[in-house]
């Protein structure tokens, strides 16, 4: 009697494990891929696991991971914004431009250089986000029709004001963000950190950070409750389109020079982010702690690859099928979900 009450109590709790398991894929499957990827370039290249490779991984995934700060609370929303490459971009773009023409201004007599080009890059950027927010919420255009639109023309107005050229000088301030440091530590892991730190506390303990979750999980109930739903995500799409803009700024000082289609790259790279990392793209589950996740996993991956001279059109292909294994843990993970509220 009493060996099979024990065993009643085992098969319960192997049950209960797996079951934790399959709710917990989606969080574990990025630590796990973390872990193997660290170890076996550790193991392939006697330079990969050094302090200051640690340093160099951290220094490269800091533009992905301010504009995967504001895309977390998008996709989070379930929703999607195409248009943050493009967006980082024109504001890069336009604080060299705005700095080309000797814009400033004088409080107390005390001449701020690009002070004026820092605040008109950021309201461009602001307003592109807010042209995204109308189009999804007052018109009704889907944020991936809508971000494709806007992706255009962003890249429309930084053609118009490069016209072809490469500019090369930013504000100071941005300058030092963007390509100093301080003890040792480069400003713009400093401005990445203090982003992702603000975006997880902003997600984790606001009542704006709830609605999102809420919107999110079960965009009819939130409504029905009362939620603005309109309100939330279109300030998610101008989040999205300034962290975009403060990245590209940024983006353009640590790279020394501002050009057309120089954050190609970063729409992808921020995507896979936020999804490898194992935020939902349904909606409702994950966060910036699962977008740091996958900011290490790509960045491990990036720099592994390049130590152990692996070919760059492999390379390619390598993130492409880790990204699409990422996408099939998350529709399995949210079917998985499905099936426990049934």
């Not at 494990?17 to 917990?24: D, M």
């Not at 109308?134 to 889907?142: A, Y």
């Not at 589950?285 to 492999?314: A, E, K, M, P, Q």
Request: aromatic share 8%; charged share 10%; hydrophobic share 55%.
């Amino acid at each position: 009697m009493a060996s099979s009450e024990t065993a009643a109590a085992t098969d319960q709790r192997a049950r209960g494990l797996a079951s934790f398991l399959r709710s917990q894929m989606r969080n574990i499957a990025p630590f796990l891929t973390l872990i193997f990827l660290s170890a076996f370039f550790a193991l392939a290249s006697p330079s990969f696991a050094t302090i200051d490779n640690l340093g160099n991984i951290l220094t490269q995934v800091s533009v992905t991971g301010i504009i995967a700060v504001g895309l977390t609370f998008v996709i989070l929303c379930a929703e999607i914004d195409l248009s943050i490459a493009s967006i980082a971009n024109v504001t890069g773009i336009a604080v060299a431009y705005f700095t080309l023409q000797e814009t400033y201004v004088n409080i107390a007599n005390i001449p701020l250089p690009g002070a004026v080009a820092i605040l008109l890059s950021i309201l461009l950027c602001a307003a592109l986000g807010l042209v995204n927010a109308l189009g999804l919420t007052v018109i009704g255009i889907p944020s991936f029709i809508m971000t494709l639109a806007m992706m255009q023309i962003a890249a429309g107005i930084s053609a118009l004001l490069v016209r072809g050229q490469i500019a090369y000088k930013v504000p100071s301030l941005i300058s030092t963000l963007g390509s100093g440091s301080i003890g040792g530590i480069p400003w713009i892991v400093i401005v990445a950190a203090i982003m992702l730190l603000g975006g997880h506390l902003v997600l984790t303990y606001t009542r704006f950070g709830r609605y999102v979750y809420m919107v999110g999980g079960n965009r009819e109930a939130a409504e029905y409750s009362g939620l603005n739903v309109k309100l939330i995500l279109g300030a998610v799409m101008i989040i999205s389109a300034v962290c975009s803009g403060i990245g590209g700024m940024l983006g353009v000082a640590h790279f020394g020079s501002a050009q057309q289609n120089e954050f190609d790259t970063y729409l992808l790279d921020s995507i896979a982010a936020v999804v490898v990392g194992g935020t939902s793209l349904f909606g409702g589950r994950g966060g910036i702690g699962n977008t740091i996740v996958g900011l290490f996993v790509l960045g491990v991956l990036n720099n592994g690859l390049d130590h152990v001279n692996i070919d760059s059109f492999l390379k390619i292909l390598i993130r492409g099928l880790i990204l699409l294994a990422a996408l099939v843990i998350n529709v399995y993970a949210q079917r998985l979900r499905e099936k426990a509220t049934e």
